[in-house]
């Protein structure tokens, strides 16, 4: 088994950095747990493939570990990312632009904090702009860092929604979230094919109804 140093969440941390940046903008709890290391989150895999009934040792299992915990640095890469960061740069020359701007069908890959089973979706988002728009792909990266972190469907919608506020300031934002959780379809009541629908409206998507059914019938076409 490879050795690794420990990892502490000191102040010098650049998690640590990221996730104070997200947790000052109210993006996340406080969080005061010392991160254990990778050999230490390679054993904790071993003791649940045991518990799964399995014996760790043979020889399909024994790199199992290692896979499962390079696979969890990739799901839950989102702790380690700043969504205002992503949205700083701002571009002014839209020549007086004064419609929606709008993102359809963004994959979300999540997992519920629940389960943390996989739920697996499309975000819609759009949002009113003022004077300043924000480059398009960086809204697909918002979604994507929230997405990687554990998740409810209602949290993760409302952080986009709000990330998006506090950094653009436009006149409002819309963001419509679709997925299936696997917690509900693998598990559970094991029912298949229910997809879970949330929404969250600010500014005139909230005050102009009209826009917001513009909005939702973008989502649908
Ligand atoms: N509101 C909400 N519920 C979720 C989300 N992800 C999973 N859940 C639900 O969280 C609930 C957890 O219920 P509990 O009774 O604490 O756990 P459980 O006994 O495993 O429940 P079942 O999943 O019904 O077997 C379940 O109803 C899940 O379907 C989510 O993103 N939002
Ligand atoms: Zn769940």
């Given at each position: ?21 997200t ?23 071993k ?12 020889e ?10 390079e ?52 975000a ?64 559970g ?33």
């Amino acid at each position: 088994m490879d050795s690794f140093e420990p990892e502490h969440r000191e102040s010098n941390d650049p998690l640590v950095a990221a996730l104070n940046a997200t947790r000052a903008k109210g993006f996340s709890e406080t969080i005061n747990v010392e991160r254990p290391t990778k050999a230490q989150a390679m054993d904790a895999v071993k003791t649940l493939l045991a518990w799964a009934g399995d014996d760790p040792s043979r020889e399909g299992l024994i790199d199992t570990p290692k896979r499962v915990v390079e696979a969890y640095e990739e799901w839950f890469q989102g702790y380690q990312a700043d969504p205002a960061k992503e949205l700083s740069r701002t571009f002014e020359d839209v020549q007086g632009y004064d419609d929606m701007v709008m993102l359809r069908q963004i994959d979300v890959e999540s997992h519920c904090e629940h389960h943390m089973a996989a739920f697996l979706g499309k975000a819609y988002v759009a949002y009113m702009p003022t004077s300043k728009v924000v480059g398009i792909s960086k809204i697909a990266r918002v979604v994507e860092i929230f997405s990687k972190r554990l998740q409810t469907q209602e949290t993760l919608t409302k952080q986009i929604a709000d990330a998006l506020v506090d950094s653009l300031a436009p006149l409002g934002v819309a963001v419509l979230i679709d997925a299936e959780h696997q917690c509900m379809s693998t598990r559970g009541v094991h029912h298949k094919n229910v997809t879970t629908v949330t929404t969250r409206f600010t500014g005139v998507f909230k005050t102009d109804l009209a826009l917001q059914d513009r909005f939702m019938r973008f989502c649908q076409s």
